[in-house]
RNA sequence: GUCCCAGUAGCUCAGCUGGAUAGAGCAACAGCCUUCUAAGCUGUCGGUCGCAGGUUCGAAUCCUGCCUGGGACGCCA
């Protein structure tokens, strides 16, 4: 627990005891306690709205009922300063600074590891993100689903969940022959045979370079080669070489995956069938028209879904289905999805699915990521102006660099659409959050450095009681925000709320910085404002890092 | 037609499991560099929280209906 929580724990029980003491109302009568951080710092340190929610309870006008907790509550205990019954019966606490240089301390001691807590407590939870196919190039919403999901995996790791990412590799069905196909016709071509693209074929210039690549190496050996072999020898090259520049692309926008799951594993290894047999045996399925349904409207679906084709063969959702249920057997407490948003309809029938193989629905949770947009001089850009074709991942980490993209995507809550300023974003301003934030951790750099040449060192064991006007207070307080605001994005798989905060913070500390002077003749003030900025630069520089987002010591 | 998401300042967005006067950035305007990085700070201006009802001590937040924008509704993947 941290600091802050605690500090808020133990007010909580304090006021519990003051309404039991008052006699307002018995234990199990008291709601929930919620303790709020007030917008107005005339509002106290923190607030309560017990007394409102006491009024029907204890049939007292909530000030009144403020008017009790307070002559009841034990000032030494809660660590209450002065406290203010105001409005219409909020209580306000004012609270003993000790607790800010705390904050501090604990930010020193813990350094790269502060923000963590336990509120995940070790739940074994998976997200599944990008799963792109194999066949093409990541574009923006691949690079926002990316971003999103790797700050999300960052963030409840941090809250203290086991946390695995994975990618499911569509690399079986219908696409894959496409792709198979799509190779070949280029191979053909290169070695300077007629052959034509298929209908549905991938035109882009990564296979025509993957034909290129096997016609240097193998030649025209395939030329005459028995069909099925060369589609095998194909189907291999094209997947290996498509997975490769899905990895490579992502490990450059710093997103690794613990697992990459093959879809065509669940064939292999024969995975798919008793998925189907737990379903008939609990009476999920039936079969119409010489296909097998799954009954996904008894689980709140629009309508049934075909699992087998009259054809024999599998729709989509089978695997899948199977796929999940290979996840929940690996001992996955809680799943979480990042699709697209054209995938949004398929989450009735996918957490249908969970339920139907016996698990809670909320076992499931999908997070949607919605459309990009992107604007250059306030004008949509639709196309890359370098290919013609729609902009890239890689492209748009050229162009804008890595530490704005993964910013940029990770600002904005996933289920919202989202318009991406490219002039914004590559612009080096103060418009420019990124920088913005990013220079507050280059600015207390700088001052370390000057200390350092100083001999001086930013020092554990310094006094912090000097620590007292309110652009310090406020830093400290801010500071203490940061484990909650990360258990918060967590509990809400919200990592935007990251971006929030990591601004916040950077103001803080600006404004700070124009207010107070670090590096001054008062020694003892010295040594406790290098500590300060160094807490504060632990955070930002822990905050960044969750996001995606480097560190610099110069800018 | 059914379902999902969104609608908050001129623009881009926070806030949404009910709480105090609805916040921030940009834009506009006015200030601050002999001082640790001005990629910064301070202030001013700016709102019928899409509309209409309802729930209650209290609604941007919850419920219902409607309007607008986007998306989804295959024995495709």
């Keep these: 627990m941290s600091q802050v929580e605690q500090i808020k724990e133990t007010l909580k029980q304090e006021l519990k005891h003051a309404v039991t003491a008052a006699g307002l109302a018995s234990a199990e009568e008291i709601p929930d306690v919620v303790i709020e951080t007030p917008k107005d710092k005339e509002h106290g340190d923190f607030a309560t709205n ?49 607790y800010l240089s705390d904050i501090v301390k604990t930010a020193l001691t813990m350094n790269e590891s502060f923000g963590t807590t336990d509120i995940g407590a070790g739940k074994k939870v ?65 070695i300077g045979q007629d052959a034509s693209m298929p209908e549905d074929g991938y035109h882009g210039a990564d296979i025509i370079g993957f034909a290129k690549e096997i016609v240097e190496s193998y030649g025209d050996r395939f030329k005459d080669a028995d069909t099925d072999k060369r589609r095998a020898f194909f189907r291999d090259y094209g997947l290996k070489r ?72 599998y729709t989509y959702l089978t695997p899948d289905i199977a796929y999940h249920q290979d996840k929940l057997n690996r001992g996955f407490e809680e799943l979480i999805n990042i699709w697209g948003a054209d995938h949004h309809g398929y989450i009735p ?25 992107l604007f250059e001089n306030g004008e949509k850009v639709k196309m890359s102006k370098r290919t013609g074709n729609a902009v890239t991942m890689r492209e748009l980490m050229e162009e804008v660099g890595i530490d704005a993209t993964r910013y940029f995507f990770a600002m904005r809550a996933a289920e919202t659409h989202l318009d ?81 905060y990591v601004y916040d913070l950077a103001q803080t500390l600006h404004s700070f910085y124009n207010a107070e002077k670090v590096l001054t003749d008062d020694e003892q003030l010295t040594k406790a404002r290098l500590a300060l900025v160094e807490a504060v630069r632990i955070t930002l520089h822990n905050a960044l890092s969750d996001i995606g987002v480097s560190a610099p010591e110069k800018m």
């Design 50 to 98: 017990l007394a409102m929610q006491l009024a029907r309870v204890a049939k007292k006008a909530p000030r009144a009922i403020a008017d009790d907790i307070a002559a009841n509550i034990n000032y030494e205990a809660a660590a209450i300063d002065k406290l203010d019954i105001a409005g219409p019966g909020f209580i306000n606490f004012f609270m003993k600074k000790d």
């Design 242 to 313: 498509e997975t490769d520049k899905l990895k490579d692309d992502l490990a450059d926008f710093r997103v690794r995956f613990d697992n990459w799951f093959s879809e065509s594993s669940l064939y292999e290894e024969e995975k798919i069938q008793p998925v189907l047999d737990k379903l008939s045996a609990n009476g999920e399925t039936y079969e119409k028209d010489g296909a097998l349904w799954f009954r996904s409207t008894e689980y709140g679906d629009d309508k049934d879904r075909v699992l087998i084709k009259q054809d024999g063969t």
């Design 420 to 500: 991406f300023d490219l002039t914004l974003a590559k612009s080096e301003s103060n418009e420019n959050p990124v920088y913005y934030v990013q220079y507050a951790h280059a600015r207390i750099c700088s001052m370390l450095r000057q200390a350092d040449e100083k001999g001086l060192k930013p020092d554990h064991e310094a006094d912090l009681s000097v620590l007292t006007s309110e652009k310090d207070q406020d830093l400290m307080k801010k500071i203490g925000e940061y484990p909650e605001a990360v258990a918060d994005a967590a509990k809400r798989h919200a990592p935007h709320r990251m971006t929030n």
């Design 126 to 190: 998976q997200v599944e993100f990008v799963s792109a196919n194999p066949t093409g190039t990541l574009h923006l919403g691949h690079a926002r689903g990316a971003a999103v999901g790797d700050t999300l995996s960052n963030i409840l790791t941090k809250a203290g969940y086991d946390v695995s990412r994975e990618y499911y590799i569509n690399d079986a069905g219908n696409q894959i022959d496409n792709l198979v196909l799509s190779l070949e016709a280029r191979y053909l071509q290169e």
């Design 349 to 373: 029938r996918m957490q249908a699915a969970i339920q139907a193989l016996g698990y809670e629905k909320d076992q499931l949770t999908v997070q949607i990521i919605q459309m990009v947009n």
